[in-house]
């Protein structure tokens, strides 16, 4: 289970979720968010919140914008928690 779920997460688009969401392509929102991450030039909370915002202006109201938008987020801000890389800038 644990080899299954590190293939997943190493995908190029969105990183341990679908790229598509009942047929509407939210990998480029996906990515925008992964590379703001890893170029760590925004905060976090700034980070997901431009998440959020690409996800509800990408996905239509009636495949559940909000809902998926609110799903993503959740999982991003519990996983952000676990590492902050605004603390480590600090100590630099």
């Known amino acids: 289970m ?7 997460c190493n995908k190029r688009a969105c990183t341990c979720f679908f790229d598509r969401w009942f047929g509407v392509d939210i990998s480029p929102v996906c990515r925008k968010h ?6 760590q030039n925004t905060s976090k909370e700034l980070a997901d919140a431009r998440l959020f915002k690409g996800i509800v202006a ?4 009636y495949k559940g914008n909000y809902i998926l938008a609110t799903f993503m987020w959740l999982g991003v801000r519990a996983g952000g928690y676990a590492t902050s890389w605004n603390a480590i800038k600090k100590e630099r």
């Open 2 to 8: 644990l080899f299954r779920l590190k293939a997943i």
């Open 34 to 39: 992964d590379r703001d991450y890893a170029l």
């Open 58 to 61: 990408t996905v239509p109201w």
